[in-house]
């Protein structure tokens, strides 16, 4: 059996489900693959293995398929040059601090198609049945005659895009010229639906033509088993307390997602989460845990991080004045809302609402977004991503909407008031500090140029017309999307540089797909295209297949 090596903390083994010692089984099970974890990555590398003809076991900890997000996306390799693809390699790896696989981002650019075809079909939202080369994406509608699974869920807006000429955020800017690279980047849901319940379809569809799946919920994976160096199989614990051996002849894929919600290993790997509320539950680094016990090695220490929100309001990414929980401003806003996280680090705590266990007295992550009506007048221009009317805003202010459709409704936290005075305490910050930061901020505004931040004059508007805005912004932790080291056929890699025998790490377990310390943003749904990639490469891979 593997054993938990020295070095790993006694928090580090105790918040995760692996168990040390020898365990005798009560029941051994034989199979092709064992796959751990039934989420974006686990389920797509469960349900290709059943499909290549497999014995596959799914062993989950949960009671069911979890998964989190609406968008994953795929590059679309038809509508795309060789060149293009080649830089958006180039272009994902500077983005990533130049610290990423690129033979991992290959892999992800030239198989993610695949692989998204397959979810959307085996989930019930394409009426396609077999996969194509990319000609059957619509180029009108970005989508693939996306339906409708009869229980509401769907595919519902596409933010697909296509990397040619001069890309540009705030930040950064790369020159694809003539060359494209086109991504397809369908959302699935509306919420509070998401892409967990379109796995749950896959699941149920491919488990209905292909009795090789079966699944075993509530059974956390606590021990792998070696044999001369190879992994064999996996130990798991059943919700009766049963151990049962699952024997692996071809693989183990673990696909358990990432150690979030681990704080020796947070502290450990990416302490600049520590502070910062979690997204997620559950996310306890069991795959790690059970990698690096079979000799597998953790990438370097600063490992990516993905903190955005977007359940606070609407109109999340434009730079309107930024006051922290003390109301004092502290940044130039145009800086851009997905790195804020960075910037929140230094920001006092503060104890508002959706706090986690280990932060119950307060935390990092808050902030307040603050304008006046006059926003529906300023010129086009002069929004990043586009004016919403007041109308459409109000279902973000607590109470003024009774049943509130497409938000979680414990996260409504926009607030419209006659005066700062009463806006301030909505939001719960001191009314004197917050007034003086809008008489320098308005101040500035006049003289057209903000020497305290450097924020663009365009997107300096006085805040003075009522009734006044302002949204409490509150960053949480979507992911951390780091691990074990793996190739790009996600076998798990040894302290040696080799493969380690039979063992795959797939999804946000494995990497460096990013290697940065913090997630790119330049295309929507990345990570989750990257999960159900890495998913279907492993088990594609592991049964032999191309």
């Given at each position: 059996?593997?054993?938990?090596?020295?070095?790993?903390?006694?928090?580090?083994?105790?918040?995760?489900?692996?168990?040390?010692?020898?365990?005798?089984?009560?029941?051994?099970?034989?199979?092709?693959?064992?796959?751990?974890?039934?989420?974006?990555?686990?389920?797509?590398?469960?349900?290709?293995?059943?499909?290549?003809?497999?014995?596959?076991?799914?062993?989950?900890?949960?009671?069911?398929?979890?998964?989190?997000?609406?968008?994953?996306?795929?590059?679309?390799?038809?509508?795309?040059?060789?060149?293009?693809?080649?830089?958006?390699?180039?272009?994902?790896?500077?983005?990533?601090?130049?610290?990423?696989d690129?033979?991992?981002?290959?892999?992800?650019?030239?198989?993610?198609?695949?692989?998204?075809?397959?979810?959307?079909?085996?989930?019930?939202l394409?009426?396609?049945?077999?996969?194509?080369?990319?000609?059957?994406?619509?180029?009108?509608?970005d989508?693939?005659?996306?339906?409708?699974?009869?229980?509401?869920?769907?595919?519902?807006?596409?933010?697909?895009?296509?990397?040619t000429?001069?890309?540009?955020?705030?930040?950064?800017?790369?020159?694809?010229?003539?060359?494209?690279?086109?991504?397809?980047?369908?959302?699935?849901?509306?919420?509070?639906k998401?892409?967990?319940?379109?796995?749950?379809?896959?699941?149920?569809?491919?488990?209905?033509?292909?009795?090789?799946?079966?699944?075993?919920?509530?059974?956390?994976?606590?021990?792998?088993?070696?044999?001369?160096?190879?992994?064999?199989?996996?130990?798991?614990?059943?919700?009766d307390?049963?151990y049962?051996?699952?024997n692996?002849s071809?693989?183990?894929?673990?696909?358990?997602?990432?150690y979030t919600n681990?704080?020796?290993?947070?502290?450990?790997?990416?302490?600049?989460?520590?502070d910062?509320?979690?997204?997620?539950?559950?996310?306890?680094?069991?795959?790690?845990?059970?990698?690096?016990?079979?000799?597998?090695?953790?990438?370097?220490?600063?490992?990516?991080?993905?903190?955005?929100?977007f359940?606070?309001?609407l109109?999340?990414?434009?730079?309107?004045?930024?006051?922290n929980?003390?109301?004092?401003?502290?940044?130039?806003?145009?800086?851009?809302?997905?790195?804020?996280?960075?910037?929140?680090?230094?920001?006092?705590?503060?104890?508002?609402?959706?706090?986690?266990?280990?932060?119950?007295?307060?935390?990092?992550?808050?902030?307040?977004?603050?304008?006046?009506?006059?926003?529906?007048?300023?010129?086009?221009?002069?929004?990043?991503?586009?004016?919403?009317?007041?109308?459409v805003?109000?279902?973000?202010?607590?109470?003024?909407?009774?049943?509130?459709?497409?938000?979680?409704?414990?996260?409504?936290?926009?607030?419209?008031?006659?005066?700062?005075?009463?806006?301030?305490?909505?939001l719960?910050?001191?009314?004197?500090k917050?007034?003086?930061?809008?008489?320098?901020?308005?101040?500035?505004?006049?003289?057209?140029?903000?020497?305290?931040?450097?924020?663009?004059?365009?997107?300096?508007?006085k805040?003075?017309?009522?009734?006044?805005?302002?949204?409490?912004?509150?960053?949480?932790?979507?992911?951390?999307?780091?691990?074990?080291?793996?190739n790009?056929?996600?076998?798990?890699?040894?302290?040696?540089?080799?493969?380690?025998?039979?063992?795959?790490?797939?999804?946000?377990?494995?990497?460096?797909f990013?290697?940065?310390?913090?997630?790119?943003?330049?295309?929507?749904?990345?990570?989750?295209?990257?999960?159900?990639?890495?998913?279907?490469?492993?088990?594609?891979?592991?049964?032999?297949?191309?």
């Open positions: 059996m593997s054993r938990i090596p020295e070095g790993l903390t006694p928090e580090e083994i105790a918040a995760s489900c692996c168990e040390t010692g020898d365990i005798s089984p009560a029941k051994v099970m034989d199979y092709d693959i064992v796959v751990v974890g039934a989420g974006a990555a686990g389920v797509p590398a469960a349900g290709w293995a059943a499909e290549l003809g497999a014995r596959v076991a799914l062993l989950q900890k949960a009671s069911g398929v979890v998964s989190q997000g609406n968008c994953g996306s795929a590059i679309i390799k038809s509508r795309s040059t060789e060149a293009g693809i080649a830089k958006w390699i180039h272009h994902t790896n500077g983005l990533c601090d130049w610290r990423a690129t033979k991992q981002l290959r892999a992800y650019a030239e198989h993610s198609e695949e692989a998204m075809m397959w979810f959307l079909n085996r989930a019930g394409t009426s396609e049945t077999e996969y194509g080369d990319g000609s059957k994406v619509d180029s009108n509608t989508s693939a005659k996306l339906l409708n699974d009869g229980q509401g869920l769907c595919a519902f807006i596409s933010t697909s895009g296509d990397f000429g001069l890309w540009k955020d705030r930040e950064n800017s790369y020159d694809y010229g003539d060359d494209h690279c086109y991504f397809w980047a369908p959302w699935v849901g509306p919420k509070p998401n892409v967990g319940n379109a796995l749950k379809n896959v699941l149920n569809n491919v488990q209905a033509k292909h009795s090789g799946l079966e699944t075993f919920f509530s059974t956390p994976a606590v021990q792998l088993v070696m044999d001369g160096g190879r992994v064999t199989g996996v130990i798991g614990r059943s919700k307390g049963e049962i051996q699952f692996a071809k693989a183990v894929i673990l696909a358990t997602g990432d681990n704080p020796a290993m947070v502290a450990r790997w990416c302490p600049d989460i520590a910062f509320d979690k997204k997620q539950f559950g996310k306890t680094g069991d795959g790690h845990i059970l990698a690096i016990s079979a000799g597998a090695k953790m990438e370097n220490v600063g490992h990516t991080k993905m903190m955005h929100d359940d606070s309001a109109m999340f990414e434009e730079p309107f004045l930024f006051l929980m003390e109301g004092e401003r502290f940044t130039n806003e145009y800086t851009g809302f997905v790195y804020m996280g960075n910037i929140l680090r230094s920001q006092p705590s503060f104890k508002g609402t959706m706090l986690d266990p280990e932060h119950a007295e307060g935390s990092k992550g808050w902030y307040c977004a603050v304008y006046d009506s006059e926003y529906v007048n300023w010129p086009k221009d002069e929004f990043v991503s586009g004016m919403v009317p007041p109308a805003m109000e279902k973000f202010i607590p109470g003024a909407v009774e049943d509130p459709k497409g938000v979680f409704k414990n996260l409504i936290d926009l607030h419209r008031c006659d005066t700062l005075e009463e806006l301030a305490e909505q719960g910050i001191p009314y004197e917050m007034k003086a930061s809008v008489d320098r901020y308005n101040e500035l505004c006049d003289k057209g140029c903000d020497t305290d931040f450097g924020k663009p004059a365009k997107y300096m508007h805040i003075a017309k009522p009734p006044f805005w302002g949204a409490r912004k509150h960053i949480r932790v979507s992911a951390e999307v780091s691990g074990v080291v793996v790009e056929h996600c076998q798990a890699i040894g302290a040696d540089g080799t493969p380690i025998e039979g063992l795959y790490c797939a999804g946000n377990l494995g990497g460096p990013y290697g940065g310390g913090d997630y790119p943003f330049h295309q929507t749904g990345l990570s989750l295209g990257r999960c159900y990639t890495s998913g279907m490469m492993a088990a594609k891979h592991a049964m032999g297949a191309k």
